[in-house]
T-cell receptor, first 115, second 109 residues
Framework: GAVVSQHPSRVICKSGTSVKIECRSL??????MFWYRQFPKQSLMLMAT?????????EQGVEKDKFLINHASLTLSTLTVTSAHPEDSSFYIC???????????FGQGTRLTVV | GQNIDQPTEMTATEGAIVQINCTYQ??????LFWYQQHAGEAPTFLSY??LDGLEEKGRFSSFLSRSKGYSYLLLKELQMKDSASYLC??????????WGAGTKLIIKP
């Protein structure tokens, strides 16, 4: 199957700093990439959908100025958590698909801990 | 509203068969996915159904009935490594994935 690489897998940062998470599709071109977060023992929650070359579409309640998403190429999307706070500590997962209605392949996830 | 229902937890015995059900009510339907997620890891894709019927892939099979808003994931010859959460997700008319809360499957020797 297609491979999506997400980096870093774990990151610990100080409160107030920014963290960038990368999501790369290694062997296919991803028109659409999705960013999710998952709190312990809860389901995945979609944060935003990004299409290459256009602005991301954020879900209700997700602050676009805090969670900056860039999808500059067909193989790379980044999520930057700005001015991170302890409540931003979570598991962040990206997924990528060739088109909107094809299966999505997931990255390995990034466990963010803000101290 | 949109809703995906699946059992919270199931227990089965190694070597046996287990069926995990999923019912959905969504605004439109463009396919249903099953994912497997081990604790602390990202989900991995298992199956995608968009037409009614049974799709078999090795030990795993997935069934869909669009008229009933119903799907199931069937796991045969259970192995200990199959202990995981199984997530049902529906692609709605806006091509958004609507996720179920997941079914935690516990395999006992």
């Amino acid at each position: 199957g297609a491979v999506v690489s997400q980096h870093p897998s774990r990151v610990i940062c100080k409160s107030g700093t920014s963290v960038k998470i990368e999501c790369r599709s290694l062997d296919f071109q991803a028109t659409t990439m999705f960013w999710y977060r998952q709190f312990p023992k809860q389901s995945l929650m979609l944060m935003a959908t990004s299409n290459e070359g256009s602005k991301a579409t954020y879900e209700q309640g997700v602050e676009k100025d805090k969670f900056l998403i860039n999808h500059a190429s067909l193989t790379l999307s980044t999520l930057t958590v700005t001015s991170a706070h302890p409540e931003d500590s979570s598991f962040y997962i990206c997924s990528a698909s060739v088109t909107e209605n094809t299966e999505a392949f997931f990255g390995q996830g990034t466990r963010l801990t803000v101290v | 509203g949109q809703n995906i229902d699946q059992p919270t937890e199931m227990t089965a015995t190694e070597g046996a068969i287990v069926q995990i059900n999923c019912t959905y009510q969504t605004s439109g339907f463009n396919g249903l996915f099953w994912y497997q997620q081990h604790a602390g890891e990202a989900p991995t894709f298992l199956s995608y159904n968009v037409l009614d019927g049974l799709e078999e892939k090795g030990r795993f099979s997935s069934f869909l009935s669009r008229s009933k808003g119903y799907s199931y994931l069937l796991l045969k010859e259970l192995q200990m490594k199959d202990s995981a959460s199984y997530l049902c997700a529906v692609l709605d008319s806006n091509y958004q994935l609507i996720w179920g809360a997941g079914t935690k499957l516990i395999i006992k020797p």
